[in-house]
């Protein structure tokens, strides 16, 4: 069974980065496709961003172009997610799994790592 743990996430300043990760205990993901998404407080789980197995392709949602960038380390079977001009809409606790190519998820889901960012 693959256990998915996702940290550093924190608080940080509207304009401030984080670099999130993403790493698997279990089974490889290495060939999955990957994402991140994010749920802030009362509202629904989004995705934010995604990567082909490969490492290839990204691809994110329109509120974060520009400001994130998604990727894989050598062995693929980690997953970062850099993110830069930060805005207090990013708060949230962000997630990482593996998706299938219609976009579904294949894994279960981690404990997320919380990201506040104060104005």
């Known amino acids: 069974q693959v256990h998915l743990v996702e940290f550093g996430g924190g608080l940080v300043q509207t304009g401030g980065s984080l670099r999130l990760f993403c790493a698997a205990s279990g089974r490889p993901f290495n060939d999955y496709a990957m994402a991140w998404f994010r749920q802030a407080p009362g509202k629904e789980r989004e995705w934010v961003a995604a990567?082909?197995?490969?490492?290839?392709?990204?691809k994110y949602t329109e509120s974060v172009k520009g400001r994130f960038t998604i990727s894989r380390g050598g062995a693929r079977n980690t997953v970062y997610l850099e993110t830069n001009n930060m805005k207090p809409e990013d708060t949230a606790v962000y997630y990482c799994?593996?998706?299938?190519?219609?976009?579904?998820?294949?894994?279960?889901w981690g404990q997320g790592t919380q990201v506040t960012v104060s104005s």
């Open positions: 990567i082909d197995d490969e490492g290839t392709r990204p």
């Open positions: 799994n593996a998706i299938y190519g219609n976009g579904a998820t294949a894994l279960g």
